[in-house]
């Protein structure tokens, strides 16, 4: 890459985050649209994104991490009221119990639980109750949204379609 190629993809990468976000976030919009989950999930994630800027004020980095978190939690939800509909399930749309009942379902494992309930707590521990939030914080965690986002709804998309062409069968997706 020439110098002055390097320096533009830099000043970008700084401005909207890394290009593999930047295609992995129209991922996730296209795996929403297509499993038909409500314009919202896609308004907080686009929300989230007008307010990551480098030179964003840690209020507004804040209100970004507040839009991610917001953007997990109903993306569990809108996932398990997914998987459960077919099977003339009701789920409870809380975090803790969406997350609970995608496990259960064979949607995610223990270890994916974990991590995804881990990824909620330091979000919520380090951006959303604080009164403001880190840029660094802020950068990473939008881009372990994003990536998470992606191999999530490809396992929830794999059984959604599974879920409607035949019988329901709990199988391990991720």
């Known amino acids: 890459m020439q110098p002055c190629a390097f320096l533009l993809h830099q000043r970008r990468s700084r401005r909207h985050g890394p290009l593999e976000a930047e295609h992995d976030k129209r991922k996730i919009i296209d795996y929403l649209e297509g499993l038909g989950f409500p314009e919202t999930l896609r308004g907080a994630l686009e929300e989230a994104e007008k307010l990551f800027r480098e030179d964003a004020s840690a209020f507004q980095l804040k209100s970004c991490m507040v839009h991610l978190r917001s953007f997990l ?51 919520s521990d380090t951006s959303v109750h604080p009164l403001t939030a880190d840029y660094e914080y802020a950068r990473l965690l939008r881009t372990v949204v994003i990536e998470y986002g992606v191999m999530f709804l490809a396992a929830v998309k794999t059984r959604v379609v599974q879920a409607a062409s035949g019988p329901a069968r709990v199988e391990k997706s991720i």
């Open 73 to 123: 939690e109903a993306l569990h939800a809108q996932s398990a009221n997914a998987i459960a509909s077919p099977l003339g399930e009701e789920v409870d749309e809380k975090w803790g119990k969406t997350t609970e009942y995608l496990k259960t379902r064979g949607i995610i494992s223990e270890q994916h639980k974990n991590f995804a309930t881990s990824l909620f707590t330091l979000i």
